[in-house]
């Protein structure tokens, strides 16, 4: 099955903590990228990477750290979490090329407590 | 600053009916303007698509409507369906553009 999967569905933390989300596409993508969407369903970009290189970094607090290994690959960590943190990371991929599609994988939801 | 927006953030018809969803954006720049649909549970998902060099963009039951002057569009949606029921999203990107922009998101349900 060729999608963008992303682990896990769901993580509960406390303020402080360290977390990892991981995210994979087998879509042959060059281009991955991270969303963010809030309670209100509002959808921010955070990240977008071409062939492991960090293209785009939105005015994202500096807790929060993409990392590539490959362009099937772009994993986010977020250093000491805070309550505003609690939202769905929704990870994407897409060709870089013109109007292309970009595909979602079904995001991971954290809640903050 | 929301650069895209959509103007109602629900609406509901009766089955059968065709929706309404309305979208305007800020930066002239824009030049592809696609609707994605989503779902609770799962990521938004590419319904339709429109470049700004046309007008009008229909796929089966979706149409889009583009008016570039006044810088607004709409997603008209034929014999709506319950199947139907998410919210539905209206982008933005430029050419070759990384960072799609979405709108606040109008979530439609439709009435059997």
């Known amino acids: 099955e060729t999608a963008v999967f992303q682990t896990p569905n769901y993580h509960v933390t406390q303020v402080g903590n360290e977390v990892s989300f991981n995210c994979k596409q087998t879509?042959?993508?060059?281009?991955m990228y991270w969303y963010k969407q809030d309670s209100k369903k509002l959808l921010k970009i955070m990240f977008s990477y071409n062939n492991k290189q960090l293209i785009v970094n939105e005015t994202v607090p500096r807790r929060f750290s993409p990392q590539s290994s490959d362009k099937a690959h772009l994993n986010l960590r977020i250093k000491s979490v805070e309550p505003e943190d609690s939202a769905v990371y929704l990870c994407a991929s897409s060709y870089r090329a013109a109007n292309t599609e970009v595909f979602f994988g079904k995001g991971t939801r954290l809640t903050v407590v | 600053q929301q650069q895209v927006r959509q103007s109602s953030q629900s609406l509901t018809v009766w089955e059968g009916e065709t929706a309404i969803l309305n979208c305007s954006y800020e930066n002239s720049a824009f030049d592809y303007f696609p609707w994605y649909q989503q779902f609770p549970g799962e990521g938004p998902a590419l319904l339709i698509a429109i470049r700004s060099v046309s007008d009008k963009k229909e796929d089966g039951r979706f149409t889009i409507f583009f008016n570039k002057r006044e810088k607004n569009l709409s997603l008209h949606i034929k014999d709506s369906q319950p199947g139907d029921s998410a919210t539905y999203f209206c982008a933005a990107n430029f050419n070759m553009g990384y960072k799609l922009t979405f709108g606040t998101g109008t979530s439609l349900l439709v009435d059997p």
């Open positions: 879509l042959g993508h060059d281009t």
